[in-house]
């Protein structure tokens, strides 16, 4: 009976090992798309210990060298004045607050909505908490409206809405804190696992045996029981109130590695980070679905930090660096580190094992590998294979292998080549035991009998032939784009050719148009450069499926099908996608994701496999990937492209502080100044699952612009330059490479002001100007009246000085004539009264004539002198002359007496000395004593002319 009983337990566990070791395990054994950022990305410390996003999706890292910022385009690291110690937490709450914890400092950061920038307020500081010891804020925990800050010595509870700090103080000395299910936890290293109610620390049934450095993360198992992760003890629970032992399949891992964070996924599966093995992923019951760790491609195998963004991905903080896992994805890929696949062109089951068809041979594994995704698959290649594996067939039991050497046939575990006469590379079953052969020398058939294997060239078509397909008749098309396509008939034993054209237009076969021809499901197919056709044997010729070919892009660009269950996939340039259904009168088109992976295929060698219902195996030139064919991909939030700064650029960019938040500015314009000669504006999308594969473009409508959005680049920022005054609408559209998703932007209205001289005070200063311009052209013109005015007026009295001058001149000259004329009539007169003189004195002395004539004559000679009668005319008419000369004279010099004045007048003409003395009826001695005695008088220096001192008065 023990013996039924326990051969009845193997052939349970035998039965579960097989139906467990099937081909659709291999899912567990690919991990999601990784995207890593190390630290010489982000210009931050190694370690982040914390993350959270905020309502628009930006991400907070919570890092050893501060809070960094990431928004899909941009890393921005914030530190805190004065406190560069690292930061170990962060939160954010739903007013959009950061709250961080550091050492021996919390607080929160808020963002301007105006400068757009985050300012930070010290929680600490402002309530003057004092820290006796280094005490570092490893965990924040909403809770009820409040935040508690959790360090080892207190737990430090922050009221938002009271601005109010209470003190929880630790019964020794905490660990960490966790709310879960509407409950407070905390973890004392002395007293174990506590819970906070109604503001006192109380004892969980159980607790105490989580003591010392344990507890690193507690999450919902429902909506009563709670999971616990302990740092090296596992796996525990607190069920029905009490903590007791959890002894789910994956402790053994998880102690063996070392839990440090966790989280619950929202399909209800648990996500581990551990310190020696990367991540782990369970079901909710524990079971091993995933092991994500550095052989797998995890560039660090210490996972700090887990956090669950908006798109239900995952992001870690790494002991260096930051991780983003696409777990929300229909797509997996299997990591070659090692290299062992290479290019894979096909996979098949057989025998219990995988094959795959490679560039580096025929390589094959164990599916029952695949049941344990925490261990690694082991690759082989089977013996003599080494090479160019084109593709396999699973036929009779036994798999063929076209090769580069030939044909390889595997048997059970053993292989062996039974054809090397050309390598051949693909082939396609006519019965159970007949194969074409497409070789590189043309075509030939393969005939199989039991482990005997015939192979004969077929002289009908000597081409190396790119496709071959058969109809229900066993008929034979096959062709290159060289030969076109032939239709060859056989008779029933394959033994003659009965018929060969490749003149097949009546069938709707056209040479210059056809690219492939499949046949699937006893049904045969032609890929047209017009579409997909179906042949229909009722008409005898290929007719289009049209419901398919209305799903094809609008430039279509096929090259390759593959048929698989009521799934077509098609390759094209640049394109790869699923129409379901295909063959119904509603098939649909499934391409979301399935774009990131058309750089990896094979190109003309695609090729897929189906595991199960929701599976295909893709083949990569890097291994394989396998896609969920119906995976519902979950967003939480719509991404949407944000307007993240506007301000002037000149030689840096200056932001420009608004009044109101940039979602104000769709409806209204934000000023800028007609100065302002570059305008930038920075944008983005905070889609972190196409990183590096996002292109922005911008269109500016208004003045002298286009409503057309600009070339699209990978350039977050616009710059506007030298834009004209008046107003425009900004906006951004965001377009991931190689697929048609599109994002917008709001819009951003933006108003360049007239130069201030078309402003309302550029129009008073212009009156004001015009009416300062009209004042000085009068004022001009009334100067240049006034001047021409005075100009003839000058011009006038210069006429009139001429004509008084020339009057005046002739006057002068009429006086000076008359000055000289009495000058010398006195002159004359003197000679002659002189002469007359000394001939009387002559006469007398002679006594020629008696001295009574002449005494007569002498009163005569003397009457007719008369000097004083002569001096009063010549003085009138030198004063007229010389203009009062002698008045000035007698005016300025008083002591001078007539004869003296009569000497200067004389001297002052300019009359010789001897003249004068004649004038003076003096001697020429008497004269030059007069002209000393006048010197002296007059006071003129020793050096001094008198005569031209005379004439310069």
């Given at each position: 009976?023990?013996?039924?009983?326990?051969?009845?337990?193997?052939?349970?566990?035998?039965?579960?090992?097989?139906?467990?070791?099937?081909?659709?395990?291999?899912?567990?054994?690919?991990?999601?798309?990784?995207?890593?950022?190390?630290?010489?990305?982000?210009?931050?410390?190694?370690?982040?210990?914390?993350?959270?996003?905020?309502?628009?999706?930006y991400l907070y890292f919570a890092n050893s060298g501060g809070l960094l910022e990431y928004d899909g385009s941009e890393w921005t690291l914030y530190q805190i004045p004065h406190n560069s110690s690292a930061v170990r937490s962060v939160l954010i709450t739903n007013d959009q607050r950061i709250y961080v914890g550091m050492q021996n400092e919390f607080g929160f950061w808020e963002r301007d909505p105006y400068t757009r920038k985050l300012l930070y307020t010290s929680i600490s500081t402002e309530h003057n908490i004092r820290f006796t010891d280094e005490n570092d804020f490893w965990k924040i925990i909403p809770f009820q409206g409040d935040i508690y800050f959790n360090c080892f010595q207190n737990i430090y509870k922050y009221s938002p809405t009271t601005n109010q700090v209470t003190i929880i103080k630790a019964p020794t000395r905490f660990q960490f804190a966790f709310a879960v299910n509407n409950r407070f936890f905390a973890q004392d290293k002395t007293l174990g696992l506590m819970?906070?109610?109604?503001?006192?620390?109380?004892?969980?049934?159980?607790?105490?045996?989580?003591?010392?450095?344990?507890?690193?993360?507690?999450?919902?198992?429902?909506?009563?029981?709670?999971?616990?992760?302990?740092?090296?003890?596992?796996?525990?629970?607190?069920?029905?109130?009490?903590?007791?032992?959890?002894?789910?399949?994956?402790?053994?891992?998880?102690?063996?590695?070392?839990?440090?964070?966790?989280?619950?996924?929202?399909?209800?599966?648990?996500?581990?980070?551990?310190?020696?093995?990367?991540?782990?992923?369970?079901?909710?019951?524990?079971?091993?679905?995933?092991?994500?760790?550095?052989?797998?491609?995890?560039?660090?195998?210490?996972?700090?930090?887990?956090?669950?963004?908006?798109?239900?991905?995952?992001?870690?903080?790494?002991?260096?660096?930051?991780?983003?896992?696409?777990?929300?994805?229909?797509?997996?890929?299997?990591?070659?580190?090692?290299?062992?696949?290479?290019?894979?062109?096909?996979?098949?089951?057989?025998?219990?094992?995988?094959?795959?068809?490679?560039?580096?041979?025929l390589v094959y594994c164990s599916l029952k590998d695949f049941n344990y995704p925490d261990r690694e698959v082991e690759f082989h290649i089977m013996p003599n294979t080494q090479g160019q594996v084109w593709s396999l067939l699973k036929i009779n039991n036994q798999l063929l292998c076209a090769h580069n050497q030939g044909l390889y046939v595997v048997s059970g575990n053993t292989g062996r080549f039974v054809y090397t006469g050309s390598g051949i590379s693909n082939m396609l079953e006519m019965n159970s035991h007949v194969v074409m052969l497409l070789s590189y020398d043309g075509l030939c058939m393969l005939k199989m009998n039991g482990t005997q294997f015939n192979v004969q060239p077929e002289a009908v078509y000597p081409y190396n032939a790119a496709y071959a397909a058969k109809d229900r008749k066993n008929d034979l098309f096959i062709g290159n784009y060289a030969s076109g396509v032939y239709r060859i008939q056989f008779d029933s034993t394959f033994n003659h050719v009965i018929?060969?054209?490749?003149?097949?237009?009546?069938?709707?076969?056209?040479?210059?148009?056809?690219?492939?021809?499949?046949?699937?499901?006893?049904?045969?197919?032609?890929?047209?450069?017009?579409?997909?056709?179906?042949?229909?044997?009722?008409?005898?010729?290929?007719?289009?499926?049209?419901?398919?070919?209305?799903?094809?892009?609008?430039?279509?660009?096929?090259?390759?099908?593959?048929?698989?269950?009521?799934?077509?996939?098609?390759?094209?340039?640049?394109?790869?996608?699923?129409?379901?259904?295909?063959?119904?009168?509603?098939?649909?088109?499934?391409?979301?994701?399935?774009?990131?992976?058309?750089?990896?295929?094979?190109?003309?060698?695609?090729?897929?496999?189906?595991?199960?219902?929701?599976?295909?195996?893709?083949?990569?030139?890097?291994?394989?990937?396998?896609?969920?064919?119906?995976?519902?991909?979950?967003?939480?939030?719509?991404?949407?492209?944000?307007?993240?700064?506007?301000?002037?650029?000149?030689?840096?960019?200056?932001?420009?502080?608004?009044?109101?938040?940039?979602?104000?500015?769709?409806?209204?314009?934000?000023?800028?100044?007609?100065?302002?000669?570059?305008?930038?504006?920075?944008?983005?999308?905070?889609?972190?699952?196409?990183?590096?594969?996002?292109?922005?473009?911008?269109?500016?409508?208004?003045?002298?612009?286009?409503?057309?959005?600009?070339?699209?680049?990978?350039?977050?920022?616009?710059?506007?330059?030298?834009?004209?005054?008046?107003?425009?609408?900004?906006?951004?559209?965001?377009?991931?490479?190689?697929?048609?998703?599109?994002?917008?932007?709001?819009?951003?209205?933006?108003?360049?002001?007239?130069?201030?001289?078309?402003?309302?005070?550029?129009?008073?200063?212009?009156?004001?100007?015009?009416?300062?311009?009209?004042?000085?052209?009068?004022?001009?013109?009334?100067?240049?009246?006034?001047?021409?005015?005075?100009?003839?007026?000058?011009?006038?009295?210069?006429?009139?000085?001429?004509?008084?001058?020339?009057?005046?001149?002739?006057?002068?000259?009429?006086?000076?004539?008359?000055?000289?004329?009495?000058?010398?009539?006195?002159?004359?007169?003197?000679?002659?009264?002189?002469?007359?003189?000394?001939?009387?004195?002559?006469?007398?002395?002679?006594?020629?004539?008696?001295?009574?004539?002449?005494?007569?004559?002498?009163?005569?000679?003397?009457?007719?002198?008369?000097?004083?009668?002569?001096?009063?005319?010549?003085?009138?008419?030198?004063?007229?002359?010389?203009?009062?000369?002698?008045?000035?004279?007698?005016?300025?010099?008083?002591?001078?007496?007539?004869?003296?004045?009569?000497?200067?007048?004389?001297?002052?003409?300019?009359?010789?000395?001897?003249?004068?003395?004649?004038?003076?009826?003096?001697?020429?001695?008497?004269?030059?004593?007069?002209?000393?005695?006048?010197?002296?008088?007059?006071?003129?220096?020793?050096?001094?002319?008198?005569?031209?001192?005379?004439?310069?008065?």
């Open positions: 009976m023990k013996y039924v009983s326990f051969s009845f337990i193997m052939l349970f566990l035998a039965l579960w090992v097989t139906a467990k070791a099937d081909i659709s395990q291999i899912v567990n054994q690919c991990i999601p798309k990784l995207t890593y950022f190390d630290k010489t990305v982000y210009n931050a410390s190694n370690q982040t210990w914390a993350i959270a996003q905020n309502e628009k999706g819970e906070l109610k109604d503001g006192i620390l109380t004892p969980v049934a159980g607790g105490a045996v989580l003591k010392g450095d344990c507890v690193y993360g507690m999450a919902p198992l429902n909506d009563n029981d709670i999971l616990i992760a302990t740092i090296d003890k596992g796996l525990y629970q607190l069920v029905n109130g009490k903590v007791t032992k959890n002894n789910w399949a994956c402790n053994d891992f998880l102690i063996r590695n070392q839990i440090f964070s966790m989280t619950m996924l929202p399909d209800g599966r648990y996500a581990f980070g551990t310190i020696l093995n990367g991540l782990l992923i369970t079901d909710h019951t524990g079971n091993i679905l995933s092991n994500i760790n550095k052989l797998k491609g995890l560039p660090n195998n210490t996972v700090l930090s887990i956090f669950l963004d908006h798109s239900n991905n995952i992001w870690l903080g790494l002991d260096r660096g930051i991780d983003h896992i696409q777990l929300n994805s229909r797509i997996r890929t299997f990591p070659d580190p090692k290299g062992e696949l290479g290019s894979v062109y096909q996979v098949e089951q057989y025998n219990g094992n995988l094959f795959f068809a490679t560039n580096q041979g018929y060969a054209s490749n003149h097949l237009e009546s069938l709707g076969i056209h040479n210059s148009t056809v690219q492939r021809m499949y046949s699937y499901d006893n049904n045969l197919y032609l890929l047209d450069t017009m579409g997909i056709m179906q042949f229909d044997y009722a008409q005898n010729h290929f007719e289009p499926m049209q419901a398919v070919n209305r799903l094809l892009p609008t430039h279509n660009s096929l090259y390759r099908l593959q048929f698989s269950g009521n799934d077509l996939w098609c390759f094209g340039s640049k394109q790869f996608y699923c129409i379901r259904n295909y063959n119904t009168s509603r098939p649909y088109l499934i391409s979301k994701n399935l774009e990131t992976l058309y750089p990896e295929v094979i190109s003309n060698y695609e090729a897929i496999k189906k595991l199960d219902a929701d599976n295909y195996l893709i083949c990569t030139s890097n291994s394989f990937s396998v896609v969920n064919i119906n995976y519902a991909i979950s967003n939480m939030k719509e991404n949407q492209v944000y307007i993240r700064d506007i301000g002037e650029f000149s030689n840096k960019m200056v932001s420009k502080s608004l009044p109101h938040p940039i979602a104000y500015y769709a409806s209204h314009f934000i000023e800028f100044p007609h100065s302002a000669n570059t305008i930038y504006i920075r944008f983005t999308l905070p889609d972190y699952e196409n990183t590096g594969e996002i292109e922005y473009s911008y269109r500016l409508s208004g003045k002298g612009s286009n409503n057309n959005f600009s070339i699209p680049s990978q350039n977050n920022i616009a710059t506007l330059s030298n834009l004209p005054s008046g107003d425009y609408v900004f906006q951004v559209k965001a377009t991931v490479k190689g697929t048609n998703q599109v994002f917008y932007s709001q819009l951003l209205k933006i108003t360049i002001l007239p130069p201030w001289y078309f402003s309302w005070i550029g129009f008073i200063i212009l009156l004001i100007l015009l009416a300062l311009l009209a004042y000085g052209l009068y004022s001009y013109i009334q100067w240049k009246l006034m001047k021409q005015h005075q100009r003839i007026s000058e011009q006038h009295e210069k006429e009139i000085a001429i004509v008084e001058t020339k009057l005046l001149q002739e006057k002068v000259e009429k006086q000076n004539e008359e000055l000289s004329r009495i000058t010398k009539h006195m002159l004359q007169k003197s000679r002659l009264i002189n002469k007359v003189d000394a001939e009387i004195e002559k006469l007398a002395a002679d006594q020629a004539v008696p001295t009574t004539h002449l005494r007569g004559l002498k009163m005569i000679v003397e009457k007719n002198r008369n000097p004083e009668k002569e001096w009063e005319m010549f003085e009138m008419s030198f004063n007229k002359t010389y203009d009062n000369y002698l008045v000035k004279l007698s005016n300025r010099f008083p002591g001078l007496t007539t004869g003296d004045l009569k000497l200067a007048a004389y001297i002052r003409m300019n009359i010789s000395t001897k003249e004068i003395a004649g004038l003076l009826n003096v001697s020429g001695k008497s004269v030059e004593m007069g002209r000393y005695r006048l010197r002296r008088k007059l006071n003129l220096p020793h050096d001094q002319n008198l005569t031209e001192f005379l004439m310069s008065l």
